[in-house]
């Protein structure tokens, strides 16, 4: 089975600064997906990013990038120029991509990140 | 994007007592339906999967009997926690796929249980 760690329970960062969170995996399948979503208070779950793992080159979406390495099995979120609005729960998720595979998102634990004014 | 809708968003009822919960995609048709539980503080735990027109398929340690689903059609999953007790309690999110790869959360329902 496929388990998704998250190391770092909660993280903090001063508006405008950079932070990255972590996110390890343990798999045997070559083909699947890895996901950042952040929950704030609302709880309402929200897609930061996604990665291919065929894919080679790291996802970006405008101040959010990963750090996808495949053999190291660890896909760390990086939030640049941090904002108010970014304080929340970050949750990584694992899916299988491949025939046969399940459907579902196994997510870790999820870190906390406050971002300080 | 795509928008998914539960109802009701909070709910009390008093133990014994069933209670309904709906998921509904608005603008999308969604095969595959997925219902999570989150307690306090603690990540989403996946409770079943639901596809339209079958039986859904629940988790290891969840009990079928007591968390009924029915996806009855293509925008439309309900789940129903049945003589529901305080520990019942937690909050409950659905989330639904979109053709491909793209799968949309509700907004989640908190369910007390008196």
């Known amino acids: 089975a496929q388990t998704v760690t998250q190391s770092q329970p909660e993280m903090s960062v001063q508006e405008a600064e950079t932070v990255t969170l972590s996110c390890t995996y343990d798999?045997?399948?070559?083909?699947?997906?890895l996901f950042w979503y952040k929950q704030p208070p609302s709880r309402q779950m929200i897609l930061v990013i996604r990665?291919?793992?065929?894919?080679?080159q790291n996802a970006t979406e405008n101040r959010f990038s990963v750090n996808f390495q495949k053999a190291a099995k660890s896909f760390s979120l990086k939030i640049s120029d941090s904002q108010l609005g970014d304080a929340a729960m970050y949750f990584c998720?694992?899916?299988?991509?491949?025939?046969?595979?399940?459907?579902?998102?196994?997510f870790g634990k999820g870190t906390k990140l406050t971002v300080n004014p | 994007g795509a928008v998914v809708s539960q109802h009701p968003s909070w709910v009390i009822c008093k133990s014994g007592t069933s209670v309904k919960i709906e998921c509904r995609s608005l603008?999308?048709?969604?095969?595959?339906m997925f219902w999570y539980r989150q307690f306090p503080k603690q990540s989403l735990m996946l409770m079943a999967t639901?596809?339209?027109?079958?039986?859904?398929?629940?988790e290891q340690g969840v009990e079928k009997d007591k968390f009924l689903i029915n996806h009855a059609s293509l925008t439309l999953s309900t789940l129903t926690v049945t003589s529901a007790h305080p520990e019942d309690s937690s909050f409950y999110i659905c989330?639904?796929?979109?053709?491909?790869?793209?799968?949309?959360f509700g907004p989640g329902t908190r369910l007390t249980v008196l």
């Open positions: 989330s639904a796929r979109k053709a491909g790869l793209s799968v949309y």
């Open positions: 798999t045997s399948e070559s083909d699947y997906y």
């Open positions: 990665q291919e793992a065929y894919k080679q």
């Open positions: 998720a694992y899916r299988s991509a491949g025939k046969g595979g399940s459907e579902k998102l196994v």
């Open positions: 603008d999308f048709q969604a095969t595959t």
């Open positions: 639901s596809n339209e027109g079958s039986k859904a398929t629940y």
